[in-house]
């Protein structure tokens, strides 16, 4: 597909008048029942045999991957498809990508590649000597990825090279996460450690019962680390200490949902368990609020409700307080949602190739310049009356500059592209 027929059916589909309320992804009644209202809906224009495997949100912008490698970027406010890359060879899957500054980090088993963010231009790509296993994670100055050698590996983001590496007892197959001075990394070998970002300085180590292969997740309580010893722990960030600890009924692969006052992790047998994250709950059942065993997984939180997907493939807006479901949505092949830590904003994706996207009523739509601002290069302008965007709380943990169409604050920034899609790389090459 090339780039002018990218960008011109991107327009079409937004530009024309509305589809009927017959073409919905998901029935309207039932959503505004729920406290939601569909905010964009986009159907990504997928080659013959390719499907959607994974679907993540990156500040401001969402990432779907193919089965076949191929990464789609777009706009998390508007919709607006801004481009596609080939990123890993068929059979690989797409993982998580971090951005530094306005560029996109993508990390498949043998290269870096760096892109940039908004008009997915290659910048370069560097051969890796050691087998990566996770996703980057990136502190705006540094890249940090897990290895299958038992390593830590730091690079600078701006240099592209090397800075030092850290040693852990196992592969790392848990993608590491940062918080203030600190990196925390798990491997498959039970422990957990913390050292600081800058110079590597080890600062504690925890052993848990089980491999841990879990993305770590980090907040103001501590860092969360769901462990296959059928447990989630929650460890002091500065010091090491565990503060508590839940066991259920099988073990934990995937990370929790957090937010300052409850975790919700998903456990096989149990469905989505919430906990009470804060003090006072000594005897470890008492921290089990509540347990919902058809919830599959959490998206986000409003302001007394939590939504989540069902194992049935329905959409469940649940009461935070004593997990009753209060109303349920069809959302039929909709098996990939995107978690939004602390937002009222759901994102939906299925293998065909649908994006579907739900906000509370009354919060202003994309207009039509908002649409084209999203299409432009950085630097080209906003033009004439375009809106505000909607303000609301962060969807991450901000790790980069550019401001987030999404958080609290923001003025509606030009957020072009010019839906490219490249094959060559601009910037150097060249192995570690």
């Not at 569909?38 to 013959?48: D, N, T």
């Not at 951005?99 to 990390?107: L, P």
């Not at 069809?330 to 759901?346: E, Q």
């Not at 609301?392 to 923001?410: C, D, E, F, H, I």
Request: with cysteine; proline share 8%.
């Amino acid at each position: 597909m090339t780039p002018s027929r990218i960008c011109a059916w991107t327009l079409i589909a937004w530009l024309c008048p509305l589809v009927p309320a017959a073409d919905d992804f998901l029935p309207p009644q039932p959503l505004y029942e729920a406290g939601l209202a569909k905010f964009w809906q986009l159907r990504i224009p997928l080659e013959k045999d390719q499907r959607v495997l994974d679907a993540y949100l990156v500040d401001d912008q969402l990432y779907l991957g193919t089965q076949d490698g191929y990464a789609y970027a777009i706009d998390a406010y508007t919709g607006v498809l801004r481009w596609v890359q080939p990123i890993a060879r068929s059979g690989y899957r797409v993982r998580r990508p971090c951005h530094a500054e306005d560029r996109t980090v993508f990390v498949t088993p043998h290269d870096i590649q760096v892109y940039d963010r908004r008009t997915g231009d290659g910048i370069s790509r560097r051969e890796l000597r050691f087998p990566s296993a996770t996703g980057p994670v990136c502190d705006g100055d540094r890249l940090f990825i897990g290895g299958l050698d038992g390593r830590l590996h730091v690079f600078d983001i701006d240099a592209e090279r090397a800075l030092w590496q850290v040693v852990v007892d196992g592969p790392i197959a848990s993608t590491p996460t940062v918080l203030g001075d600190f990196v925390y990394v798990a491997n498959d070998g039970q422990s957990v450690y913390a050292c600081t970002r800058a110079t590597k300085t080890f600062q504690w180590e925890i052993v848990t019962s089980g491999a841990i292969t879990a993305d770590l997740v980090a907040d103001d309580n501590g860092v969360y680390v769901a462990s296959q010893d059928q447990s989630l722990y929650l460890v002091n960030a500065e010091f090491g200490q565990i503060k508590w600890r839940v066991r259920f009924a099988s073990p934990l692969r995937e990370p929790p949902f957090v937010t300052p006052m409850t975790a919700y992790q998903y456990a096989l047998g149990e469905g989505v368990v919430a906990l009470e994250t804060g003090p006072g709950f000594d005897v470890e059942n008492k921290r089990v609020r509540w347990k919902l065993p058809q919830g599959r997984q959490v998206l986000a939180t409003g302001q007394d409700v939590v939504y989540m997907l069902a194992g049935d493939g329905t959409l469940l807006e649940v009461a935070i307080k004593d997990g009753q479901v209060r109303h349920t949505v069809a959302a039929s092949g909709f098996a990939l949602g995107v978690p939004v830590p602390d937002n009222p904003t759901i994102f939906l994706a299925a293998a065909d190739g649908r994006l579907f996207c739900a906000r509370p009523p009354g919060i202003p739509f994309p207009r039509r310049q908002d649409v084209l601002n999203a299409l432009r290069p950085l630097g080209a302008g906003q033009g004439e009356g375009a809106a505000t965007q909607p303000t609301s709380q962060p969807t991450t943990r901000p790790v980069t500059k550019t401001p987030n169409p999404l958080q609290a604050g923001s003025r509606g920034v030009p957020l072009g592209g010019k839906s490219d899609v490249t094959k060559g790389f601009k910037g150097k090459e060249g192995p570690e």
